[in-house]
């Protein structure tokens, strides 16, 4: 429980200094209850403000005076309402130090606060830096290397040679540098797999969520940049690069050797061919089939993608195909009927 | 090996007293032979029982005395098979017991007649109900529940205060309860990460499987309705809602917040975006692309997805779009012929 | 490192006799250094020699006297390449024996010179072939096969029954033989499961990447053929039949009981439905939907899947589209003024 007073401080939001009151969690708009501090991030949802029951509401100073609730001031209400969730929840870290029954191979290199929990395997010439969590379960196989700070839950694998930045999260099951999916063909219709010696590199703040799998590259590294956060069961190719506090949400694919851009958005379950180049701050909606390089900054949609208005365009189009074919059959008709009005003119 | 006629009674369908047969296996109505049962569910196939060598079949009361082999009745011959199955086939559970390489934390309620594999791992405060069976190499995170009868396949994890209903399947590999994809821009291209403080609860009879991921919400519950069967590689985005005996098949993802349904069909590769609501009874083809809310009882497919009929009606229509352009071009064409005839006749 | 004499003897390609020169690595065309060997397999890359710093190349004999630096000539450079990777780099094979963490069922058959890893489950009566790996944390159902030479890496599941051929890979997280998705329908809208008894039968030589699922047949087994190359997060639905040498990359999904022939190419997230019939040879571009049976040979595109130069017909349709709307609206507008002029004139 926080005095409203306290909250604001914490949070670094504005409020009325004589407003007195005390907040006791934290609830969406549509849940919250008295005592609960809510939040509107998008002002297209103002009209929730008016049956909301919370105790305070974290807004853009724009409304102020406008609201039936007290309301804390803030830029970015979505930003100090994350904050505000970790002043209320904690998840509490599991107990430091080694479980007796993982394995810990030959010339390992193990930081300070450490967790490593029931079962984990690594390999030889493992490094593990300081204040890393690895929960049961995970494997790490030689010369791995993870960052402080990091935090990995069960069934991770992170491969040999993969180099993890710090403060990085896996969720389970996500695979760090399995095999690329490189074959050449022998010529009698089978491959001969080709030998996947690169590695993954991850930045710092990169978050890969739960069985997602970033493939190491045949000689390279792939390379995911700083603070990019990837969605589950995401399929990153070997060889790709992609940049800096990008977004890659579930389900979406990247073919092998691919550039992505810093800031580039790729909604569930689109899908980028292999050798392209995406742009910076590119955004792709859900669905969408890349199969050309995309300039910075394009929005786009569809398969194959076009930019979104062109898209819209289309969908629009397709709802008024069959109406535009019957119109063609009536200007063929109207014409063949003039046609025979003239011949019969003609006839007279 | 059942007589004709236990086999009746056991599968609870009618069959001629008089007959006298053994049946020894099951199978598909093309790979019957002698001595196995078989079944025809769909009419359409009624062809495939001329050269059907089984035993017996089990069909429909309205093909009685139309069969050239002898038949069982009942109105779902399909159920009735897959109880047939049943007596054929078991599948022997794990033994009994706790393996003494499992981890277990403290203040854990462990139920009656349970098989706990080996090198499974269960956090602090696991709840275990009657007769559960979990495979090894699981891991329960801490105060975990999982109801009575369930049956939980090797690397399964189960994340913190997830709770299970009875009688749930997991297949190999599903994550349940893993952190939502939560971020909120700071406001410089970076993301700062919310903390996913909610958890999932399915209902009883659920089954998830394989590599299928339900994301636990960021301060509510991800809830699965009793009896909703999830295939493989499937994403349920956090604060999901979906309903009861709902079917979602292989690589369908749902973004978060997104409402679905009691007996919803989602067939394999269809997407629906977040904070929609998908009616009871809805049924999506394979690949649509669900991007706004869809009232009870539509049949869907495209994308984005239209009724079904719409959808073919524009498929005819693509197929046509390269001679309807032809059959402009002439109009255009003819048009251009009969202005010039008019200019001249004018001219005359 | 090897003279390039030594080099062109190992690869079994030609050089120059006269050549001296030593090669000290192996790497892509556009990274290449001094020392390097690299290759080009595609014609259209040529101009990329150019600037190339690479000690040698490998190419077709037809750019024989052509190219500004030292080639080995081969029919096959991607091959060759692939080849010279391996003289260049290894992967050095884990310590052979049994960890002593692994738990091995009863009546297992183990061949000569294995590697079974840390915390390794085999259930009983498996059998394991000579020179076999199996990386940490693989669980082997009873009475699972695996054939001689194969790699298995870490949280692999191997399920009941479930055979698998020589020198099969299965990357890290590959589900062989879960449960497929069958459900009976009640009658009230719930579903009985049906008890999924078949198996899966993996040919030699095959691959199956990270976090891909084959599920086991519901009475007979999913099959998939010798030489067959499966990328990660792939779905094989229950009772399929994939021939040899074909390649399923990357999110690709498979229903149930759907027949693929041999050197079929799927590429990224297309999807073939339940119960067809995918000839020899056919190639389907990424994001394809089949949703009907195709002839060998086809190369195809688009949802639903129509031969490609039809898809890129189409493609080229939608971007006429509004144009085309407005031309017939120039049509109706032109013919009623004829229409009036007409009239007009009639009324004089």
């Known amino acids: 429980m926080y ?16 407003l007195s009151l005390d907040i006791t969690g934290v609830a969406p708009i549509e849940e919250a209850q008295a005592g609960d501090l809510t939040f509107l991030a ?12 919370a105790g305070a509401i974290l807004v853009s100073p724009k409304f102020e005076g406008k609201l039936p609730i007290p309301a804390l001031y803030t830029s970015n209400p979505y930003l100090a309402f994350a904050r505000a ?54 494997v790490l196989y030689d010369r791995a290397v993870l960052g402080s700070g990091c935090l990995v ?6 491969r040999e040679n993969v180099q993890i930045g710090q403060r990085v999260i896996l969720q389970n099951g996500a695979v760090i540098g399995a095999d690329g999916f490189g074959f050449a063909p022998v010529g009698d219709g089978s491959y001969h797999k080709i030998l996947q010696v690169g590695t993954v590199i991850l930045g710092d703040d990169v978050e890969v969520q739960s069985l997602s799998s970033v493939d190491r590259g045949t000689l390279e590294a792939t390379t995911i940049g ?20 990008t977004v890659i949400c579930g389900q979406v694919a990247l073919a092998g050797s691919t550039i992505v851009g810093d800031r580039v958005v790729l909604a569930g379950q689109s899908g980028v061919s292999g050798h392209l180049t995406i742009g910076d701050n ?13 300039p910075k900054g394009k929005v786009i949609a569809g398969y194959p993608a076009v930019e979104v208005e062109v898209w819209r365009r ?23 009927i003039k046609k025979q009005e003239n011949q019969n003119s003609g006839d007279v």
Do not use: M, W
């Open 3 to 18: 005095s409203v007073q306290e909250l604001a401080q914490l949070l670094d939001v504005r409020v009325d200094p004589s």
């Open 42 to 53: 998008n002002p297209k949802y103002i009209q929730k403000v008016e049956g909301c029951k």
């Open 85 to 138: 969730i970790e002043l209320f929840y904690s998840k509490p870290l599991p107990p430091r130090g080694i479980h007796p029954t993982a394995v810990i191979g030959q010339g390992c290199t193990l930081g300070k606060d450490i967790s490593i929990g029931a079962y984990v395997v690594l390999g030889n010439h493992v490094t593990i830096g300081d204040s890393v969590t690895i929960h049961p379960h995970c």
């Open 153 to 158: 839950h069960s069934h991770v694998v992170v």
């Open 226 to 245: 700083h603070g990019t956060k990837i969605d589950n069961l995401v399929q990153i190719g070997h060889g790709c690069k992609v940049g800096k506090d």
């Open 282 to 294: 590119v955004i792709a909606a859900s669905g969408t089939g890349i199969t050309e390089s995309i």
């Open 314 to 336: 289309y969908v629009t189009q397709f709802k008024n195909l069959p109406e535009l074919s019957k119109r063609v059959r009536r200007l063929e008709r109207a014409l063949e």
